[in-house]
């Protein structure tokens, strides 16, 4: 069985474009989840949807965005970029939004802004 | 933010002794995860521990949960250098799959 794939593996970007990350769940998880990784901040939720829909968010700009489609798969947007968005972001999946559902994480998309 | 704190932040030990993290919350928790990252991949989950659970084993690895001090262990036996890596906590509530970390202990495991 597949795990969770993340795409791109690296990205470098300059500050004020936007960029899309993608990933695909495990096959069969409907719950969809990404965080975001920095040697500041540590692990910091950003999103989660399930169904196509935002279940819960975190505590970040309007400038972050994402969003599920029908086959599971899900994109994280992040417009206006900033030095400070400079991270590793993860994308995790469950089979779906039960409480106590471990998550599989992708390898992450390393995004360098300049 | 971060829920909480883990301890140490780093650990170095000799290969066959024991690992001992700690970990500490704020809120109420529905359940105690723990996940290892191997540098710059993802997360793997190690072991999830309920709030209405004391202990638990899985192979090597010992988690226990005091709810009333807010506090976690993980106590990996026997370590080997593959167990090398960072060691997060990660507590989840009630609110479907969201997780809040914490700051994670980076443990070496010499040969």
């Known amino acids: 069985k597949a795990g969770v794939t993340q795409t791109p593996r690296y990205l470098i970007k300059t500050r004020g474009q936007q960029v899309t990350l993608s990933c695909s769940p495990i096959?069969?998880?409907?719950?969809v989840s990404w965080y975001q990784q920095t040697p500041g901040q540590g692990l910091q939720f950003l999103f989660e949807?399930?169904?196509?829909?935002?279940?819960n968010k975190g505590n970040f700009p309007g400038r972050f965005s994402g969003r599920q489609f029908s086959n599971s798969r899900s994109e994280m947007n992040v417009s206006t970029l900033e030095l400070g968005d400079s991270a590793l972001y993860l994308c995790?999946?469950?089979?779906?939004?039960?409480?106590?559902?471990?998550?599989?994480f992708g390898n992450g998309t390393r995004l360098t802004v300049t | 933010s971060q829920q909480g704190e883990e301890d140490p932040q780093a650990l170095s030990i000799q290969e066959g002794e024991n690992a001992t993290m700690n970990c500490s919350y704020k809120?109420?928790?529905?359940?105690l995860q723990w996940y290892r990252q191997n540098s710059g991949r993802g997360l793997v989950h190690l072991i999830l521990?309920?709030?209405?659970?004391r202990e638990k084993h899985s192979g090597r690895l010992r988690v226990t949960l005091d709810t009333s001090k807010k506090s976690s262990s993980l106590l990996i036996t026997a370590s080997r250098a593959a167990d090398t890596a960072s060691y997060f906590c990660?507590?989840?509530?009630?609110?479907?799959?969201?997780?809040?970390f914490g700051g994670g202990t980076r443990l070496m495991v010499k040969p």
């Open positions: 995790a999946s469950s089979r779906d939004v039960q409480l106590n559902s471990p998550l599989h």
């Open positions: 096959s069969g998880h409907r719950s």
């Open positions: 949807y399930f169904s196509e829909t935002q279940r």
């Open positions: 809120t109420s928790i529905n359940n």
């Open positions: 521990i309920r709030s209405n659970e």
């Open positions: 990660a507590t989840g509530n009630n609110a479907g799959n969201m997780l809040t």
